[in-house]
C-alpha cells in the first residue's frame, strides 16, 4: 500500500502487461481482416479474466488489511483512469464522423454512442439485436464499447459481492474470511457459465453481451488470484509454490493463440469455446505469480510492455480509425488496413501520453472521492446531452428531399420480401409465391436466395403473361447447393436450409414446370467440391423433371454499401475521396472460381443452362453503385428492385440464347 496516497498495490507483473499486448495484438489483427486469425476478439476474454485477477486483488488486500472497503475511492480511481480516454474517443470520433459518414448512418451512431457515454452500449447492442459477427455490424462506430460496458457494470457489483462475502463493512464482527470468498467466486463461475451456455444457445445476442454471461470470466481471474496471490499479497494456499506452473505459462498462451486460430465468427459464442482463451489466460496468470515463470520473459521484452501500456487507448481508437477510415479509403487493400491500424496505434500513444497519463497522475482529483465520483457521473450524463441534440438534427436531415432517393433505394426490394410466402430464416417448409394466372398451362420457377430473389422484378416481366404462371420458391441465406451451412445470426449451423431445400425440391418437382431458374449468392465459404457435388444433387433432382433449368451465375458483390456511399457528405469529404471509390472489381479470385465451378456442373446435364449476367450488372467488369442515374444496389450486393427491372431484356435475351427452344421471352419483355 502506498500510504500517502491511499492506493493499494499488487506489485508489478511485467507478464501482465504483456498479456494485454497478446490481448489487443490478437483483437485488432481480427478486426482489420487478418483472415487467418478469425478470433482474435477472445482478446477481450482475456482482458475479462485480467480484470478479474487485478481487481479482487485490489479490493481483497484492502478488506484483508484494513477490515474495509472505501467505495468512493475504488469507484474514483476507475473512473479517471477510463472515463476521459473513452470521451476523447466519443467526441472525436462524432466531429469526424459527421464530415465522412453517411448522413442517414448518423441518427443511429449518435444514440451508441450516447449509450457507450454511459456505458449501457451492450445492452443497446443485445436488445437491437446488433450482431457483433455479422457484416452490418461493421458500420457501428461505437461496436467496440460493448466490452467497455461489460467491465464497468462488473466494477458496480464486484466490490459488494467481496464485502459481503469478507465481511469488510465499517462495524462488522466476524474477521475476514477468503475461505467463503472462494466459495463465492466458484459458485459466481458456475451459476454464470450455465446462464452463458443457455443464453449462447437461446439469445446468442444476451450471451455474447451481457454481463451476466461473463461474470464466470471474472470469476476465474478472481479464483486465481485467491489460488496464487501477487507480488505484494501472497497466496492462500501452497498453489503458487508447485514447480508445475511454470510451463503452464506457455500452455496458457497456446491456448489463447489456438483459441484466435480456430475460433470463428460462425462458432456459438461464449458458450464452451470460450473456455479455451479464458483458462489460456488463467494459467498465464497463476504461472506469472512464481515472478520466474518462463513465458514471462516473452511477455516482459520491452515491445510488449510499450503496446501493453496502451492497450487501453489502442482498443478506443482502432475500431473507429477502421470504419471511419473506410468511408475514404479501399479497405479491401491490405496495405490500407495496415496504415488506419498505425494510424489508430499512434493516436493511441498520443491519447495515452498527453491526455491520460497527466489526469491519472493528477492526485488532486482524488483528494475528495465522492465528490469525484459525483462529479464524474455528472460528466456523463452532461455529455449525452449534445449527443441527443446531434441525433435528432441528423435524424431531420436524413428524411428531406435531397437523401430521399438514397433512402428509396435501401428500400427498394422485390414485392416478395412483403409477403408471408418468403422464407425466414426459422422456415422450414417450403412456400410458393404465384404471379399470374394460377391455372396456366406453362410454369416457371426461381429458386434459390435473396442473391437469387434480387431477380424477381426482371424474372417477372419475362415470364407473367398469357399461359404462363411465375412462382418463387426462395428462403433467405439458403443457397441451392447441398452441403452444410452456418447460419451467422443463429451462431450455429443452418439445418433450417437443409430441411427448407429439401421440401423445396420435392415441391418443384411434383410440380413438372418448364422452366426452373436457380441462383444463390457468391459469399457462401463452400469448398470447390462442395460447389460442384452439392450444385449436382440439386440439379439431379430436379433435370427429370422439368424441360429447361437456367442456372445464374452469382451477381458479383460491390463491398461497399451503394445507397449509403453515394449520399453527399460535402466538398470536404468529395476532396477527400477518390472518384472510384463507389466502385469495386467484379472480378475477385473467388467470383470467377465459383462461376467456372458452377458452369462446369450445368455443362453435365443435358437441359441444364448456364447463363452469365455479369456484364449487365458490371459494365466491363466494374460494379458500379449508380449506374446510368440509376441506383444499382441496395446495399453491398443485392440489386434494387428498379435496376432489376431494367435487366429485364438483357435477361431475356440471354435465357433465349442459351437455349435454341427456350421460351419466346425476349420478344414479350422488349415489348413492355
Not at 506489485?11 to 478486426?31: C, K, M, N, P, S
Request: hydrophobic residues 50%; positive net charge.
Amino acid at each position: 500500500m502506498d500510504s500517502t496516497r491511499g492506493a493499494f498495490r499488487l506489485g508489478y507483473r511485467a507478464d501482465i502487461e504483456g498479456l494485454r499486448a497478446i490481448a489487443i495484438l490478437l483483437v485488432v489483427a481480427t478486426h482489420a481482416g487478418v483472415t487467418w486469425l478469425p478470433g482474435g476478439f477472445v482478446g477481450v476474454d482475456v482482458f475479462y479474466v485480467l480484470s478479474g485477477y487485478l481487481i479482487t486483488g485490489l479490493l481483497v488486500q484492502e478488506a484483508a488489511i484494513t477490515g474495509h472497503l472505501r467505495f468512493a475511492n475504488f469507484y474514483a480511481r476507475r473512473l479517471r483512469r477510463l472515463l476521459p480516454a473513452l470521451l476523447l474517443m466519443l467526441a472525436t470520433t462524432c466531429i469526424v464522423a459527421n464530415v465522412v459518414v453517411a448522413p442517414t448512418e448518423l441518427p443511429e451512431q449518435a444514440s451508441s454512442a450516447a449509450s457507450a457515454a454511459l456505458w449501457l452500449s451492450n445492452f443497446q447492442f443485445a436488445f437491437w439485436n446488433i450482431d457483433y459477427f455479422s457484416s452490418k455490424s461493421d458500420t457501428v462506430l461505437f461496436l467496440h464499447t460493448w466490452s467497455l460496458g461489460v467491465e464497468e457494470q462488473f466494477y458496480l457489483v464486484w466490490p459488494l459481492l467481496v464485502v459481503a462475502a469478507m465481511s469488510a463493512w465499517k462495524y462488522a464482527k466476524h474477521t475476514a474470511n477468503l475461505i467463503r470468498l472462494k466459495w463465492l467466486f466458484g459458485a459466481i463461475f458456475v451459476a454464470s457459465f450455465a446462464l452463458s451456455l443457455y443464453w449462447t444457445h437461446r439469445s446468442p445476442m444476451l450471451a455474447f453481451y451481457m454481463m451476466p454471461s461473463r461474470a464466470w470470466q471474472f470469476a476465474l481471474g478472481a479464483i486465481v488470484f485467491l489460488l496464487v496471490g501477487s507480488p505484494a499479497f501472497g497466496a492462500s494456499t501452497v498453489v503458487s509454490q508447485s514447480a508445475w506452473l511454470r510451463p503452464m505459462g506457455w500452455l496458457g498462451l497456446v491456448m489463447i493463440l489456438l483459441a484466435s486460430l480456430l475460433i470463428a465468427r460462425t462458432t456459438p459464442y461464449p458458450g464452451t469455446s470460450a473456455l479455451l482463451p479464458s483458462f489460456g489466460a488463467a494459467l498465464v496468470l497463476a504461472a506469472g505469480a512464481q515472478q520466474q515463470a518462463w513465458v514471462g520473459r516473452l511477455l516482459s521484452w520491452q515491445p510488449m510492455q510499450a503496446l501493453g501500456r496502451v492497450s487501453y487507448s489502442w482498443y478506443l481508437w482502432h475500431w473507429p480509425v477502421l470504419l471511419l477510415g473506410a468511408t475514404l479509403l479501399n479497405i479491401g487493400d491490405g496495405w490500407n488496413r495496415l496504415l488506419l491500424v498505425v494510424v489508430s496505434l499512434l493516436i493511441a500513444a498520443a491519447s495515452y501520453h498527453f491526455f491520460e497519463t497527466p489526469i491519472r497522475r493528477n492526485h488532486k482529483l482524488l483528494v475528495r472521492p465522492g465528490v469525484a465520483v459525483v462529479t464524474a457521473f455528472a460528466v456523463m450524463v452532461v455529455a449525452v446531452l449534445p449527443l441527443r441534440i446531434w441525433k435528432t438534427q441528423a435524424k431531420t436531415f436524413s428524411e428531406t428531399p435531397a437523401l430521399a432517393r438514397f433512402v428509396a433505394a435501401q428500400n427498394d426490394k422485390p414485392a416478395v420480401y412483403a409477403m408471408s410466402c418468403w422464407g425466414s430464416s426459422r422456415s422450414t417448409k417450403a412456400q410458393i409465391c404465384t404471379f399470374g394466372d394460377p391455372h396456366a398451362a406453362h410454369t416457371a420457377v426461381l429458386m434459390g436466395d435473396s442473391k437469387a430473389l434480387h431477380w424477381f422484378p426482371a424474372y417477372r416481366r419475362i415470364f407473367e403473361k398469357p399461359g404462363w404462371r411465375f412462382l418463387t420458391v426462395t428462403k433467405s441465406g439458403c443457397p441451392m447447393v447441398d452441403a452444410p451451412v452456418v447460419d451467422l445470426a443463429l451462431r450455429r449451423q443452418y439445418t433450417e436450409c437443409a430441411l427448407w431445400r429439401r421440401d423445396a425440391v420435392r415441391t418443384v418437382v411434383a410440380l413438372r414446370p418448364d422452366v426452373v431458374v436457380l441462383s444463390e449468392s457468391v459469399t457462401y465459404p463452400y469448398t470447390k467440391e462442395q460447389w460442384i457435388a452439392g450444385t449436382r444433387q440439386v440439379l439431379s433432382a430436379l433435370a427429370g423433371n422439368t424441360q429447361r433449368i437456367y442456372l445464374i451465375r452469382p451477381t458479383p458483390e460491390l463491398l461497399v454499401n451503394a445507397p449509403l456511399c453515394l449520399e453527399p457528405r460535402g466538398r470536404l469529404y468529395d476532396a477527400l475521396v477518390s472518384k472510384f471509390h463507389c466502385t469495386g472489381n467484379a472480378h475477385t479470385a473467388r467470383f470467377d472460381n465459383v462461376g467456372r465451378w458452377l458452369q462446369v456442373t450445368a455443362a453435365s446435364f443435358r437441359n441444364v443452362q448456364f447463363v452469365d449476367m455479369t456484364n449487365s450488372v458490371c459494365p466491363d467488369g466494374v460494379c458500379r453503385a449508380e449506374l446510368d442515374g440509376g441506383i444499382v444496389f441496395s446495399d453491398t450486393g443485392h440489386m434494387t428492385a428498379t435496376f432489376a427491372r431494367t435487366l429485364a431484356p438483357a435477361l431475356a435475351t440471354a435465357l433465349e440464347s442459351s437455349r435454341p427452344h427456350a421460351p419466346d421471352a425476349a420478344v414479350q419483355a422488349k415489348s413492355q
